[in-house]
């Protein structure tokens, strides 16, 4: 066979990269230079203006046209001094990432001198044509106007490209009728939500010490390709993810990633990435590999929701705009390759005032009683929307981790530890006494508390929601996904259930009751009433999901299965109680991540069979013909023959799984039914991809390498 028929030479194609040199900076001195916080305010606003935009990021206060006026006025010379030529508006439509439309500085003189020109109003209001985003049926194609809005609370920053540099102001999108848009309108109100019914709750304790916000650390896993392979296959162009490929040799079964020596080149990737972080403020903290060969981690440090879940979108960003500066690709999907480590996001969430995290166990028992109560309170919130959490992580992605065997299952339990479990196992059981005044429940359970170490030693990371020390980290997030939806529901459930507490208590002390009596009885009752969802085990057992439908915990076992729990009655009441989404906004969450979920199955079944059609099909029907010529009797025959009648069988194989896989996708549903369009997605079209992989990847295995036309898993992964 000629060299020149094998469409590719993989040692080569790692050779295009050349270090790039790596100018070295001063990490305090850089740090947040691209970003117009809290420093670049006060150094360049009126003492007077400064103040007031303090009691808007501290207080939540509107700002007032004044002070728009003079943050614009700064901020436009802040970012010419950094040479930015345009400004944007940067919004988070429901598509999950970013979208930004650009404006230039200029204003052309009567004169035709050139000036430049940025106002309050152009810092506070933008109007980019909504009808390309997706609304979820919020918008008529008659009512396209959407408006950006300033969110003040999240720092101004500017984006240095290879081409362009601009200055990018965070902003809320909303429709001409005043509908959310977006991601960001829906997290603010969550966060005012949570807000206003933990101040409530802190003045029992006779602790108001500030605004109370949720904190965000979000852990993100991703991998890296090299481009050359990456752009030979249109499964991970079109839809992020192999379609194809048989498992390699050499799998990750070694686990010798983990934790390993960061490879030069990946090193220098991860360098950049950083760099450019830092000089935009986020706080990046950890990077590490991960268990899948070429997977690794970025985290930082945490931040309030609001700033982290702007920082995380601009941390997937300048990771993927990165890594083609070093030949490479960042791959964010959750399963770019089958039987391999998937990516998640642990999002680790905690909530408190400026001067205190309400997730800290503590060591005073005043401290421990209001520990208590609000980690009730965060529990409770979870089994009660169990059902919820699954669907604000749902999507096509995600749907290979959850509930496949790998990361958390398709059930919601809380890892608490050992012990800290055994102190609410005791609050619980003690109910019956707790009735009383001044019932011991309280002070049993406070007595016992252990003063944990932060990095306790127990862990549990086969837990989708585990307390890791201070904080709670939800695991179930894929790699790919905004953090904003899930961080938004967690704020809400947890407002709702910090309110009902808080009233139950306050009808106790009502009563007569003192605090501590009223916790008790409280806690207790609430205690035993979820109890079912605490589970230290390991979750990834079958026996898990016997026990777990045994104790009645809800299984979502796919996307199409847990996103229409989005628009039930009981939640849709909850976002519209606490003032998160109206109906009619609960709604276009559901139809927009429904629509996605269909849209991206369809197209990565069409991407499966043109691929399957085009490409691997007349890979094996070459090689068909190769065995046929070489079929002139001699020595080998047989086995010639024998091989031939194998990749004839599955050829056959082949074609039949790819005639159906095309009349799945032909498939008409029953028209606007969203429902039934998840079902068969998930139930017709992927199960036929899977038959068509199945006879694939088989041939993959007897077809010669020079014939093969993609990348195998071997190339992808093994060469770096
Ligand atoms: P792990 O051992 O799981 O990697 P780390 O302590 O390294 O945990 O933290 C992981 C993430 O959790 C980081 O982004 C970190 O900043 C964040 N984090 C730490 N404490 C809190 C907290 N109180 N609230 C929210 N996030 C937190
Ligand atoms: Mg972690």
Not at 231 to 249: C, E, H, M, Q, V
Not at 338 to 353: E, M, V, Y
Not at 543 to 560: D, I, K, Q, T, Y
Request: aromatic share 8%; proline share 5%; with cysteine.
């Amino acid at each position: 066979m000629a060299h020149s028929a094998k469409p590719f030479d993989s040692v080569n194609a790692v050779r295009t990269w050349t270090p790039a040199s790596r100018e070295p900076y001063h990490l305090a001195e850089v740090f947040g230079e691209d970003s117009f916080g809290l420093s670049q305010m006060q150094d360049r606003l009126a003492e007077g203006t400064y103040k007031q935009l303090l009691a808007t990021i501290e207080h939540g206060d509107k700002p007032t046209a004044e002070v728009a006026d003079a943050v614009a006025a700064a901020m436009k010379d802040w970012a010419l001094s950094r040479g930015a030529t345009h400004f944007t508006h940067v919004f988070q439509p429901l598509t999950g990432r970013t979208a930004e439309k650009h404006d230039t500085f200029l204003k052309v003189g009567r004169d035709g001198r050139a000036l430049t020109e940025f106002g309050g109003d152009q810092l506070i209001k933008g109007e980019p044509d909504a009808s390309s985003f997706p609304s979820g049926g919020l918008r008529f194609t008659h009512q396209a106007r959407g408006y950006t809005a300033w969110d003040p609370t999240s720092p101004a920053f500017i984006l240095q490209g290879e081409s362009a540099t601009y200055l990018c102001i965070p902003t809320a999108f909303v429709s001409w009728t005043g509908d959310s848009l977006d991601y960001k309108t829906p997290l603010l109100r969550s966060i005012d939500a949570l807000d206003r019914v933990t101040r409530r709750a802190l003045a029992l304790f006779g602790d108001d010490t500030g605004r109370v916000s949720a904190n965000l650390g979000p852990e993100q896993e991703y991998f890296l390709i090299d481009q050359e392979f990456y752009y030979r296959r249109p499964d991970l162009i079109n839809s992020g993810r192999t379609l194809f490929g048989a498992k390699p040799p050499k799998g990750q079964e070694l686990d010798d990633h983990y934790f390993g020596a960061i490879q030069d080149r990946m090193m220098a990737y991860i360098q950049s990435v950083e760099a450019d972080l830092f000089r935009l403020g986020v706080p990046m903290q950890t990077r590490h590999n991960e268990v899948a060969p070429q997977q690794f981690e970025f985290a930082p440090v945490y931040e309030n929701a609001n700033v982290a879940a702007d920082h995380q979108q601009l941390m997937m960003r300048i990771m993927e705009r990165n890594a083609a500066r070093y030949g490479l690709v960042c791959l964010l999907h959750e399963k770019p390759y089958a039987r391999i480590n998937g990516s998640g996001k642990h999002l680790n969430w905690s909530f408190g005032t400026p001067s205190q995290n309400l997730m800290e166990p503590g060591k005073s028992i005043h401290e421990n009683e209001q520990f208590l109560f609000f980690c009730t309170a965060v529990m409770r919130a979870v089994e009660r929307h169990q059902d919820l959490l699954l669907a604000c992580v749902a999507s096509a992605g995600n749907d290979h981790r959850l509930g496949a065997n790998e990361a958390p299952p398709s059930i919601i339990s809380i890892f608490l530890g050992d012990e800290i479990q055994g102190i609410f196992e005791d609050i619980a059981d003690s109910g019956g006494a707790s009735a009383g005044e001044g019932s011991g429940v309280m002070d049993l359970g406070v007595s016992i508390l252990p003063d944990l170490p932060k990095d306790s030693g127990d862990r549990n990371r086969t837990s989708p929601f585990a307390f890791t020390g201070n904080k709670f980290e939800f695991r179930a997030l894929g790699s790919a996904v905004s953090i904003s939806f899930p961080a938004t529901v967690l704020n809400t459930i947890v407002a709702e259930s910090v309110d009902e507490l808080t009233s139950a208590v306050e009808a106790a002390m009502a009563g007569g009751s003192s605090l501590s009596a009223a916790l008790g009885s409280v806690l207790s009752r609430e205690v035993a009433g979820f109890r079912q969802i605490l589970f230290n085990g390991d979750n990834y057992t079958q026996e898990w999901v016997e026990e777990a439908a045994r104790r009645g915990l809800v299984n979502s076992p796919s996307g199409a299965d847990a996103l229409p729990d989005i628009v039930s009655a009981k939640n849709t009441a909850l976002f519209v109680k606490y003032g998160v989404l109206s109906e009619e906004e609960v709604h276009s969450r559901f139809e927009v991540l429904a629509e996605q979920y269909v849209t991206r199955i369809t197209t990565e079944g069409e991407t499966a069979l043109s691929m399957g059609r085009t490409m691997i099909l007349p890979a094996a029907v070459r090689y068909l013909g190769q065995l046929a010529a070489a079929g002139g009797g001699g020595a080998g025959q047989a086995g010639v023959s024998s091989t031939a009648g194998t990749v004839g069988g599955l050829v056959d194989e082949l074609v039949a799984a790819l005639d159906a896989l095309d009349a799945q996708l032909a498939h008409e549903d029953d028209g606007d039914d969203m429902n039934a369009h998840l079902q068969h997605v998930r139930h017709g079209v992927m199960p036929a991809m899977d038959a068509v992989r199945d006879a694939a990847d088989q041939l993959e295995g007897v077809v010669p390498t020079d014939l093969w036309p993609l990348p195998s898993y071997r190339d992808m992964i093994f060469v770096r």
